[in-house]
Structures are given as C-alpha cells and as structure tokens.
C-alpha cells in the first residue's frame, strides 16, 4: 500500500491545494467499508448525486460510501452499473433536448460514456487522502487549471509523451471509470451536474490519478520543482516598466537637475 500520509504532503507541497486530494476505492459485494464512514440514505436521510458525495468528503473531511440505495442522479447510477435497466437512458432521453436535437443524436451521445457492468461493484468509497483508512484505487483532484497544469507536468516527466482528455462536460464522475478501465491518468472540465449538486467553483477542474502512478506523479512534480517550475508561479519581475508620458515627463526633469545619475 502507498504511503498516503506521505503523498499528501508531497502534494500540498507542490500544489498548495484548497481542498485536499480524495482518496476512491471501488468495493466489491461483500466488502467492508471502515466503520466510521456515513453513508447518505442510512446516515442523512438522503439520496444524492456521486459528485455531491466527492464534495462532501473533500468540504466536510468524511469518508463516504455510496451504494444503490444512495442513488439520486440517474446517469451516474446507470454508468456506476447500480441499476440493470438502463434502456431510457441508453435511447438518449436524458440528452434531449439540453444537450443533443433528438434522440438519434442522444443516444449517440451516451454511448461514448465508459461504464461498469451491472452489480460490478457494490459501493463507492471516498474519503480525504490524508484520512482513507482504506487502500484506493485512486486519487480524485478538484483544483485550479494552474494546479492541473502541474499534475500533468508530473505524469508526463517520466513516461513522456501527453495526456488525453475526453468529456462531454456531463456525467464527470466517468472519470472515476475510464481512468480505473485504462489506468492512464485524466483531467476533466466539470459539467453542469457538478457545479449544481456538488459546489464546485468556477474556477476548478478535475484530476483523476490512478494509485499505480500516484509515487511516479509525486516525484514527477518534485523534479519539476526543482528544476524551477513551480506552483504558485512566479512572475517574472526583473524589468523596467514603462509609464505615461507625464509620469516619464518627472523623470526627465530630474535628469535634467542631474538628481538622477544613469
């Protein structure tokens, strides 16, 4: 198992989050949850989205476990395969008309989603990084594009080459299972979904680190910073401005009374 106290430092050491890296595990029937978690409809007395459940572990530092019986977004409960019948969804009813002009088009649109197969796992579970008693499969990021930035800086140092995005700006919790499907890391632009249901700010994006690759991004990023690319950025201030002609017309009159020696 990683060391998540360690990684957690290291990525509040180069990234200066605002809120902390999540911590995800897919759990299987059967397997156990820690004991201190809540769980929405048990816990709550209510159902949510998945995106509600991200935010509520990295806002409230909770660990969350989210089954069927959690469920209240559609979509995220078809993909996350909780339900069997899924043939509204797939015809593309749910597309039109906000986001495609018919069902064709619809259902063209879901069938690009990456999905799990029906009771493939039992429950999600997530919770801050540096307070998963459990091993995760993966890391979820929610932060600044100049953050983002960084992350890939770290997962392309040693592997080479560049990352690759796919998203609709819908159903972002998708992430969780094409990263988990291609263990290759991912960034996404959250959709509507997540800015509605789940808080996240206009001025956040998503990062999807899969644990395999999480020491190697870490050490990526610490290279990085040695080597003088840094979050927060610094600006480059060793230059002369320039001001308006009546700012520069007192500079003059004090070379001109010598006050000024150049």
Request: charged share 20%; net charge negative.
């Amino acid at each position: 198992m990683a060391d998540l106290e360690k990684l957690a430092n290291d990525f509040e050491k180069y990234l200066r989050l605002q809120s902390p890296p999540l911590a995800l595990r897919m759990l299987r029937a059967g397997e156990a949850a820690p004991e201190k978690c809540r769980q929405p409809f048990r816990h709550l007395k209510t159902k949510v989205t998945i995106c509600q459940g991200f935010s509520m572990a990295r806002k409230y530092g909770w660990t969350v476990r989210m089954g069927a019986e959690d469920m209240a977004c559609p979509p995220g409960a078809a993909l996350f395969g909780f339900f069997q019948n899924t043939d509204y969804f797939d015809a593309g009813h749910m597309a039109v008309p906000t986001y495609a002009p018919d069902l064709d088009a619809g259902k063209a649109l879901e069938q690009e989603f990456p999905r799990f197969d029906y009771n493939e796992y039992e429950a999600i579970l997530v919770a801050p990084m540096n307070r998963a008693d459990f091993e995760p499969h993966m890391l979820v990021f929610y932060a600044q594009p100049a953050q983002i930035m960084r992350l890939i800086h770290g997962a392309v140092y040693e592997s080479g080459g560049g990352l690759e995005s796919w998203t609709q700006c819908r159903f972002g919790c998708s992430s969780v299972i094409s990263v988990l499907k291609s263990g290759k890391c991912s960034f996404n632009v959250p959709g509507n979904g997540d800015r509605v249901f789940a808080g996240v700010q206009d001025t956040e994006m998503s990062f999807y680190l899969p644990m395999a690759r999480a020491e190697g991004v870490a050490a990526g990023l610490e290279a990085n910073h040695q080597g003088g690319t840094r979050y927060p950025v610094p600006a480059y201030l060793m230059y002369q401005p320039n001001f308006p002609k009546n700012y520069a017309r007192q500079m003059e009159i004090w070379r001109e009374l010598e006050e000024i020696q150049e």
